[in-house]
C-alpha cells in the first residue's frame, strides 16, 4: 500500500510538474514572436484592440453616495454585561471603539445609514441607536446634523430617524427584494470602524437566511465585505436601489470573511413606513406555539413527508379562547398555508401573520390525522406579553399514584398544586408530571426531563397520568415507531418525538 500511494503521489508530480512546464513554454513563445506565425499575431492583435475593461460601479457610486450617512451615537452609561452576550451570527459589534468590560462609562458608537426621504427620514439598525443617549448624522459634504429617534422595531433590528435643514435631503428608493437572486452584484456603501462613504462589491449569496436572531429572520446573505460600522448600511443593486440594510455578519474574526447579512427591502419597506406613521410596530397574533417538524416528530405523529422532510408548522399549543382555538386550530395540527403562501416551517408562519393587520380575516390552510382542511382565522394585535396568554384548561385534582413506563424510562405522577407552584404553572393546569427519566433511556435520549408535565400524547390531552400511559399503549397497538409526547416546559409547549423498542412496536 505504501508504495503504491508513493507511486501514485509521483505521478501526480510529475503531471503538475508538466503544468508548470506547459505554462512555462507559452510564456516564451509570447516572448518570441518571431517563431509565430502571421495569423498568431493577427489573432493576438485582434484580442486586444476588442478588449473592453468591466463596466465601473464609480457612476452609480457617485450618484448615491449623497444619501448616504455616518450615525455617531452617544450610548447611555452602561456596563459591558448589559450589552448582551457574545454570538455568531451577530449584529455588527457595539460600542465602537470597544468598552472596559464591567465599567460603567459613556461610550460614542458608530454607525450607517441613509436616506429614505427629501424630508429628512433616515433608516439605520435598531442596535445601533439603542441604549442611545443623543444621536447624530454627519452628510458626505460634512455637515452634521441632531437626530431624532422617530420609531424603533427590536424584532426586525430596523430604526428610523428624522433629521431637519431648509433644503431638501438626497435619498434612495426601494427595490423589490422579492427579485433579487442568488450571484447578482450588489454594493455596500457605509461607515466601517469609521471610515466614511466606504465602497465594497460582491454579489448575493443566498437568500432566506435564518441566523437564530429572531422568529422574522429572512436574510439576503451577500459576500461583499461589510465590518463593524457597517450597520444600517444600504445594500444597493446595479440600479441604486436599495435592495437591504446591512445588519448582522458571521465570523469567527470580528472582521469580513464573506459573509453578511442583509434585511431584505420589502421588509424594510413595511416597517419603516409604520414607523414614521405611528412610531412604533403593530403585528397580528392567532395565539399558536408552534415548532419544526423532525423527522422523528412526522415519524411519531404519522406525518407526510417527501424527501425525508415535512414541511408545515406544528402546533405545540393554542391560547385558550385565541384566534386560533376559536377558529377550531388544536395542538397536533400542522399549519401549511396561509393566505395562499406556503408555511414550510414556523419562521414562514411568524412573516405570514406578520404582515396581515389586526382584525383582518387569515385563510390558514392545515393538516389533522392526515386530513387536509381549512379555517378562517380573525387576526388580533400581539399582546405585549404573549407568552402570558398561553395556560392549560381546568385542573384535575387526579390521586393517582406514579405511573412506570419502563420501556420508555419514564415515570410520570399526578401533577399536585405543589408542583405548579415550584414550575410557576397556572393553578389550572392538567397533565402528568415526569418524575424521573432512567439515563441512557429512549425518553432520555429524546429530551425529556424531571419537570416537564406531559399534557398531551400526540393529538390526545392528557390530564394524568393513566391518560398518559392508556394513550401510550393505544400507540403500541397501533404499531407506531415512535410516539409525540406534548409537554410543558416552562411556559412553552413543545412536541417530543420518543421512539419506542422494536418489541413493543412488533405488538
Known sequence: MTSFLARRRSQRIATFSAVLLAGTSLAIATLRPAFADDQSLNATAKVQQDF?????????????????????????????????????????????????PQQPQAVEAKGSGFFISPKGYLVTNNHVVKNAKSVFVTLSDGERLVAKVIGTDPSTDLAVLKVS????????????????????????????????????????????RDIGDGEYDSFIQVDAPIN???????????KGQVIGVNTAILTPTGGSVGIGFSIPSDMVKRITTELIKQGHITRGFIGVQVQMISPEMA???????????????????????????KAGLKPGDV??????????????????????????????????????????????????????????????????????????GLTLAPLTESDRQQLNMPMSSQGAVVASVVPNSPADEAGLRSGDVVVGVGSTPVTNPDDAV??????????????????????????????????????
Not at 435631503?169 to 471610515?195: C, H, M, R
Open 228 to 238: 463593524e460600522g457597517n450597520s444600517g448600511g444600504p445594500l444597493l443593486n446595479q
Open 470 to 507: 392508556a394513550a401510550i399503549h393505544k400507540a403500541e397497538a397501533q404499531k407506531a415507531k415512535a410516539i409525540a409526547l406534548r409537554v410543558m416546559r416552562g411556559n412553552q409547549a413543545i412536541f417530543v418525538a420518543v421512539p419506542l423498542p422494536a418489541s413493543d412496536a412488533k405488538k
Open 52 to 100: 473592453k475593461p468591466i463596466p465601473s460601479f464609480a457612476p452609480l457610486v457617485t450618484i448615491v453616495k449623497p444619501a448616504v450617512v455616518s450615525v455617531t451615537v452617544h450610548l447611555k452609561v452602561q456596563t459591558a454585561a448589559e450589552q448582551g452576550p457574545p454570538g455568531m451570527p451577530t449584529p455588527f459589534p457595539f460600542p465602537f471603539p470597544f468598552a472596559q
Open 335 to 408: 399549519i401549511t398555508q396561509v393566505d395562499g403562501k406556503a408555511v414550510t416551517n414556523p419562521r414562514d408562519l411568524a412573516l405570514a401573520i406578520s404582515e396581515i393587520k389586526p382584525g383582518d380575516a387569515a385563510k390558514v390552510n392545515y393538516e389533522r390525522d392526515g386530513q387536509e382542511k381549512s379555517t378562517a382565522i380573525t387576526v388580533e394585535k400581539m399582546p405585549s406579553d404573549a407568552e402570558a396568554a398561553f395556560s392549560q384548561g381546568p385542573s384535575s385534582n387526579n390521586p393517582n399514584a406514579s405511573t412506570n413506563k419502563p420501556e420508555l
Open 165 to 208: 435643514r431648509s433644503k431638501p435631503f438626497p435619498y434612495l428608493e426601494f427595490g423589490d427584494s422579492a427579485k433579487v437572486t442568488p450571484g447578482q452584484w450588489v454594493i455596500a456603501i457605509g461607515n466601517p470602524f469609521g471610515l466614511a462613504e466606504t465602497v465594497t462589491t460582491g454579489v448575493v449569496s443566498a437568500l432566506g
Open 299 to 325: 415519524t411519531a405523529m404519522g406525518l407526510k413527508s417527501h424527501d425525508g422532510a415535512t414541511d408545515g408548522a406544528l402546533v405545540a399549543e393554542t391560547v385558550p379562547n385565541g384566534p386560533a382555538a
